[in-house]
């Protein structure tokens, strides 16, 4: 009889057994995947830079699992879709679960896979950071950032100085350099204002100086006094720069004649005349300055002395 009720305790048991069995094996399961989880932190240094200059990013596991690997895949996104990298690390933490590693973003490092475009801080604006986990399972987003680049290009007005007179139907020069953190600024838009608010397109004269320069002859009906000028420029990015104003006066222009000259009856050219004879002046008026335009209409006074 024993042996028997004993036989039939251990079959009544074994599915309380079974059981316990299967929740112990939930629970293991459950805690390995809890450990393929760490805290991630990042860091970006510094969060805004200019143009060229390059960027810290370090990922830092804090109170994950002890002496272990991490695989981490950090991507940078650059402004505007203009490119997109990934740099592939391994993270591996001490005794006490922690561990960190870094990695350059600039254009010459080797630690970046291109995706498309460049690894460079050569256009501005927001570029994102994310960091996706690859060991020991597969986690995205563990941890994102962002960091700015600043793009502001220098504008500088070589020609004319501010104090500059220039009369009507006189040409005036106007020449800028546009750089940026990275040197001369090539291909870029621009411009600079007319007296009378038009805009005025400004050529690159020196690619490897980021020259730009135009001749403006001032218009006879450009407004007098005080001209203001003010030099936009923009790059094929979207980056831009204005210069500082300089001011520029107009005045009136004098009027001279040129190239008088005498004929008699028979149309021959000469300066000796007798009483009675025709004198046929030839001349034109022009507006002071070595490219002043000549006057077209008008009624014009001649006196014989």
Request: net charge neutral; aromatic share 6%.
């Amino acid at each position: 009889m024993d042996d028997a009720a004993g036989c039939r305790g251990w079959v009544l048991m074994r599915p309380y057994v079974i059981l316990l069995m299967l929740v112990l094996a939930s629970a293991l399961t459950l805690v390995v995947q809890v450990q393929g989880i760490a805290p991630y932190s990042l860091s970006i240094n510094p969060s805004s830079t200019s143009l060229g200059n390059s960027v810290t990013i370090a990922v830092t596991v804090t109170n994950g699992v002890r002496n272990t690997f991490y695989g981490v895949t950090i991507g940078v996104q650059k402004p505007n879709g203009t490119g997109s990298a990934i740099s592939n690390q391994v993270l591996s933490t001490d005794n006490r679960g922690s561990g960190s590693i870094s990695v350059q973003y600039s254009s010459t490092s080797t630690s970046w896979t291109v995706l498309n475009g460049t690894v460079a801080t050569n256009v501005g604006g927001v570029y994102n950071v994310a960091v996706n986990q690859t060991s020991p399972t597969n986690i995205a987003n563990v941890a994102t950032g962002q960091f700015t680049v600043t793009a502001m290009m220098s504008v500088v007005v070589t020609q004319p100085t501010s104090g500059t007179i220039v009369q009507r139907g006189q040409a005036l020069t106007i020449t800028a350099t546009v750089t940026n953190s990275l040197g001369a600024v090539t291909g870029a838009l621009v411009t600079a204002n007319t007296p009378s608010n038009g805009q005025l397109t400004i050529p690159e004269v020196s690619s490897s100086n980021g020259v730009y320069s135009i001749s403006y002859q001032v218009l006879m009906n450009d407004p007098l006094d005080s001209w203001t000028i003010v030099i936009h420029a923009r790059d094929t990015s979207g980056n831009s720069g204005t210069s500082l104003p300089v001011s520029v006066t107009i005045t009136k222009s004098d009027l001279f004649v040129d190239a008088m000259i005498t004929y008699n009856s028979k149309g021959v050219p000469t300066t000796s005349f007798s009483t009675g004879d025709t004198i046929y002046p030839y001349f034109r008026i022009k507006y002071s300055g070595s490219t002043g335009a000549f006057l077209t209409t008008g009624q014009y006074v001649v006196s014989v002395e």
